[in-house]
């Protein structure tokens, strides 16, 4: 269903850009605007909300991890162009969000540029800032910000440099926005320091980013890397540092993603000894070359990515979202049902021990005298009957309103997410509107109709799926429509023995002559 407002036009836009790279992608977007449509039906969307936002159309790429651990050397060295800050402090404390431009310098942008695009992976960010850390969502540019950088290797994708893993008076809010980003990541690499391997800012980066990532369905996307090991070259420990540092991944729950160990050759302590020079050269830049596969082929992991945030945002459709409405008229309903019974049976009750006080009860013929004295007749009595029912619904409404602030309160209380407790909030009320009946089980804009539609774009992503193993695989035997890419194989993380072991070897210092002879 076509959307009229900003976003739709914005999204229109992007559907078009997406149709001269991916056709697949364009149709994507269209199931994007038909679980737009069904949320709007169901209250849990506005009209200038979109699934489509929660999701970067661009390939993505995030390097986290401490200070000082390399992170701007690694993204100049990729680049070829001096553009990030370097130095063994704390030089930028902001989120960089690093594009493609056709000018011929780079420039700095603030972070509103971000948040007020879609486009980009901080759309809105702003909101979720403010929910973690009230009054932070109006300075969005301590926080963000947007470099240009006229190189080829960016074109078709977004880098972002993350500020370190240090305790700092926006700690809060900041790893919101790292969250936020490694949702949307195609790839995150992870730098630890080598001269520091036991840092506390490494604790603290284990326990946010490794240990959340054996959880994860996208763990594959997560690569590791020890950067700066250059340091350990004279210290004869290189083995000691590796393993160490492996032990620690693993012993935080590291299952899955890749370990590597570089330096950056324009950083670099000089390596007198030729033979360990060339060894370690060998290594970093196997080692490197590895990394930047990964980050090339990104586009093709980003085309999966988006199909499968598609999928996964209908069956939270299907499988929380309308469960939770339901649940949350199930018990509305069930309370209300009871206290107007309650109610009811309370009235009922009063006037028949006044009526039986009285004596207006002749057998089970009930009198009573003032009745027949009311000017009227007949209308008289149908007037206070109306004004008795207007009295019960005054009342029925007024409980209403009470259970369902309740309900409401204690459904919201057993949602995580903060983001997405407004939503709820409002597919619930859309639900209590006076003119629906509290005899209605099914949530408003949940019929068959909706159902089916939810169906079809589930159905959709299946030859999404399809469409895109076409572009890369051929398992019929038959030739591609789209040059046939390999996709890199994953190396398993080790837990090491004591005695060192996996990539540290290659990095090993030949032992003095004298213990070798020994």
């Known amino acids: 269903m076509p959307d009229d407002n900003q976003f739709g036009q914005r999204l229109t836009y992007l559907k078009e850009r997406l149709q001269q790279e991916n056709p697949i992608l364009a149709q994507v977007v269209d199931s994007f605007q ?24 661009w390939p993505l790429i995030s390097i986290l991890g401490i200070y000082s651990s390399g992170k701007s050397s690694f993204i100049n060295h990729y680049l070829q162009y001096r553009l990030q800050a370097t130095g ?60 240009t950088c006229p190189n080829e290797r960016l074109r078709g994708k977004i880098l972002i440099d993350s500020p370190g893993f240090d305790a700092d008076a926006q700690r809060t809010a900041t790893l919101r926005i790292t969250d936020h980003i490694i949702d949307l990541s195609d790839l995150v690499l992870v730098f630890f320091d080598a001269r520091h391997p036991e840092s506390g800012s490494m604790h603290d980066t284990l326990e946010h980013l490794v240990k959340r990532t054996k959880n994860r369905r996208d763990a594959n996307k997560f690569l590791f890397i020890l950067n700066q090991i250059d340091a350990t ?31 950056i050759p324009e950083v670099a302590i000089p390596i007198k000894d030729e033979s360990v020079r060339v060894r370690f050269e060998s290594k970093r830049d196997s080692n490197l070359e590895q990394i930047y596969d990964r980050i090339e082929r990104v586009g093709e992991e980003r085309a999966y990515r988006i199909v499968g945030m598609l999928e996964e945002t209908a069956q939270m459709l299907e499988k929380d979202i309308v469960p939770r409405i339901e649940r949350f008229i199930s018990r509305w309903r069930s309370k209300i049902m009871w206290l107007d019974a309650i109610l009811l049976g309370a009235v009922v009750a009063a006037f028949l021990v006044a009526t039986i006080w009285g004596g207006y009860w002749q057998g089970l013929s009930l009198k009573i005298p003032f009745l027949d004295r009311l000017p009227g007749g007949n209308y008289s009595k149908l007037g206070l009957l109306a004004l008795l029912v207007l009295l019960f619904g005054y009342v029925h409404i007024r409980v209403r309103r009470f259970e369902t602030d309740t309900v409401t309160r204690n459904l919201l209380a057993e949602i995580e997410d903060p983001d997405v407790k407004a939503n709820y909030a409002r597919a619930f009320q ?37 469409k895109l193993n076409d572009m890369y695989t051929s398992p019929e035997g038959t030739e591609s429509s789209h040059p046939q890419t390999v996709l890199p194989v994953e190396e398993s993380t080790q837990v090491p023995d004591d005695s060192g072991g996996s990539d540290a070897q290659n990095f ?3 032992a003095p002559k004298d213990a070798a002879e020994s």
Not at 34 to 57: C, K, M, N, P, V
């Open 233 to 263: 070259a004279f210290d004869d420990n290189t083995e000691e540092v590796f393993a160490a540092w492996q032990r620690a991944l693993a012993q935080s729950g590291l299952t899955a993603g890749c370990c590597y160990a570089i330096y």
């Open 508 to 510: 090993k210092t030949p």
């Open 88 to 147: 063994n402090q704390a030089v930028d404390d902001k989120f960089t969000v690093i594009s493609y431009t056709n000018d011929d310098k780079a420039r700095v942008l603030p972070g509103l540029a971000l948040d007020a695009d879609p486009r980009f992976p901080f759309y809105k960010i702003s909101q979720a800032i403010e929910e973690v850390a009230e009054g932070e969502g109006q300075r969005i540019d301590s926080y963000l910000q947007l470099k």
């Open 430 to 466: 859309k639900n209590i509107r006076w003119y629906r009946s509290v005899l209605m089980r099914r949530p408003a804009g949940w019929g068959r109709w909706t159902q089916r539609r939810l169906a079809k774009v589930l159905e959709d992503t299946n030859s999404y799926i399809q």
């Open 34 to 57: 038909e679980l737009d449509s069904i949320s709007r039906r169901l209250g849990y969307f506005q009209r200038d909300e979109s699934h489509a936002a929660h999701t970067s159309w």
